[in-house]
């Protein structure tokens, strides 16, 4: 079966007026290297779930993204990042939540996957990190000016108590990847900052199995990115698995039908699905939504906006 990988770096993409030509190409080799750091694993013959924990790390590391090193701030000017990956040949899943420390959020998700646990928060998950040698980072690492003046800007918006402009840019973002390897296994991985400003201990939905991130070889894996209270009251993940198992929806159906209803009702985001058989969906309903593809060709594919993937 050929190996397929997706990803996305978050919904809520830079207005076109606000994207210089040079930030559009960072993002897109931003993009091109997490899915050739995934494809490298799928080419070689490894899983789906070692696929998407590769990618994600790519760009965790990258501070375009608000994952990692490029995640956004609490209100109280601290990070609390959450992670989360899920293995469809078996449902074993692993996540973290309000987090610092880990360089890679990411892989203390996959340290929790290979534990008894699904899901540690906080101080007892930084205790985890460190008991199962976990790599860690000082706070340094993840501070970039351009989160810290986000920040800055939304507190004292909130002190003058002015109409909220800000883009679906500014408000929230996550990176994730989902594939389906050679022996068409599918895996999902999700990891964020959260939203800027965001309540100290608030947690989204991309550790929440079912709501942002899923995966399950009956049906497809699901990476979500968005307003994560909203993907959390509804399900997502697991209502678009739902409908192709119980109503016999292809995964490009359902997510689509899915990702629309949660915009009636001021859901906004988007999500990365595929399923067994390789096919892939990347339904948003924002203004955009980074993300990419890359299959057995090896051609890494990406878009932004609304526009078709273009070979990178």
Same mark, same amino acid.
């Given at each position: 079966m050929p190996a397929i990988l997706a990803i996305h770096g978050g919904a809520g993409t830079i207005p076109h007026v606000g994207m210089t030509p040079e930030m559009l190409e960072a993002h897109h080799a931003g993009l091109r290297r997490a899915l050739r750091a995934g494809h490298a694993i799928l080419a070689a013959g490894g899983t789906a779930l070692d696929a998407v924990t590769a990618a994600v790390m790519a760009l965790e590391d990258d501070p375009l993204f608000n994952a990692g090193h490029g995640a956004v701030y609490t209100s109280a000017g601290k990070h609390e990042m959450d992670a989360a990956v899920m293995d469809g040949r078996n449902r074993n899943a692993g996540a973290v939540? %309000?987090?610092?420390?880990?360089?890679?959020?990411?892989?203390?998700?996959? $340290?929790?996957?290979?534990?008894? *646990?699904? !899901?540690?928060?906080?101080?007892?998950?930084?205790?985890?990190?460190r008991e199962h040698e976990v790599e860690c980072a000082p706070a340094a690492h993840f501070h970039t000016d351009r989160r810290w003046d986000a920040l800055q800007a939304e507190l004292e918006r909130r002190r003058q108590n002015a109409a909220d402009t800000r883009s679906d840019a500014d408000r929230h973002g996550?990176?994730?990847?989902?594939?389906?390897?050679?022996? +068409?296994?599918? $895996?999902? /991985?999700?990891?964020?900052? +959260?939203?800027? /400003?965001?309540?100290? #201990?608030?947690? =989204?939905?991309?550790?929440?199995? =079912?709501? +942002?991130?899923?995966?399950?070889? @009956?049906?497809?894996?699901? &990476? $979500?990115? #968005?307003? =994560?209270?909203?993907?959390?009251?509804?399900?997502? /993940? *697991?209502?678009?698995? &739902?409908?192709?198992?119980? @109503?016999?929806?292809?995964?490009?159906?359902? &997510?689509?039908?899915?990702?629309?209803? @949660?915009?009636?009702?001021? %859901?906004? +985001?988007?999500?990365?699905?595929?399923?067994?058989?390789?096919?892939?969906?990347?339904?948003?309903?924002? =203004? #955009? !939504?980074?993300?990419?593809?890359? %299959?057995?060709?090896?051609?890494?594919?990406?878009?932004?906006?609304?526009? $078709?993937?273009?070979?990178?």
């Open positions: 939540a %309000g987090i610092i420390g880990p360089r890679n959020p990411v892989l203390a998700a996959r $340290a929790v996957l290979s534990s008894e *646990h699904v !899901m540690l928060h906080g101080r007892g998950a930084e205790d985890f990190c996550t990176v994730g990847a989902v594939a389906c390897d050679s022996g +068409g296994n599918v $895996a999902a /991985a999700t990891s964020t900052g +959260g939203m800027t /400003a965001k309540a100290p #201990g608030r947690i =989204g939905d991309c550790p929440v199995f =079912g709501a +942002g991130t899923w995966a399950d070889n @009956l049906t497809c894996a699901v &990476s $979500a990115t #968005g307003h =994560g209270e909203y993907f959390i009251r509804y399900a997502v /993940a *697991h209502e678009i698995a &739902s409908r192709m198992r119980y @109503l016999g929806e292809t995964v490009e159906a359902a &997510s689509a039908t899915v990702v629309d209803d @949660l915009g009636v009702i001021g %859901g906004n +985001g988007g999500l990365i699905a595929v399923d067994a058989a390789g096919h892939v969906a990347l339904p948003f309903n924002s =203004g #955009g !939504m980074y993300r990419g593809v890359i %299959g057995t060709d090896g051609v890494a594919r990406t878009a932004v906006w609304r526009e $078709a993937l273009q070979d990178g």
